[in-house]
């Protein structure tokens, strides 16, 4: 959930943890997360940076490394 707040902030360019659109998404995934509301997807990320602050920087970062190397390569190899 928290790497895909922080995908979704850093993607839209919108502050905050987008809870409202990852709560939407797990109720369309499953029938067993439909019991996940705004408040709840909130307070659980804010949890989860609270208390795995460093990881998530960590992960994040790595991630955008990936996303660039592929994104270099795909530039140069692709096929106009």
Request: net charge negative; aromatic share 6%.
């Amino acid at each position: 959930m928290a790497l895909l707040a922080d995908h979704l902030h850093v993607t839209t360019r919108r502050h905050g943890p987008h809870a409202t659109e990852i709560a939407a998404l797990c109720q369309e995934w499953g029938p067993d997360l439909s019991h996940l509301n705004r408040e709840i997807v909130y307070r659980r990320l804010k949890r989860l940076e609270t208390s795995h602050a460093g990881e998530l920087h960590r992960l994040v970062r790595d991630e955008a490394q990936q996303m660039k190397a592929e994104q270099a390569f795909f530039e140069r190899f692709a096929e106009p």
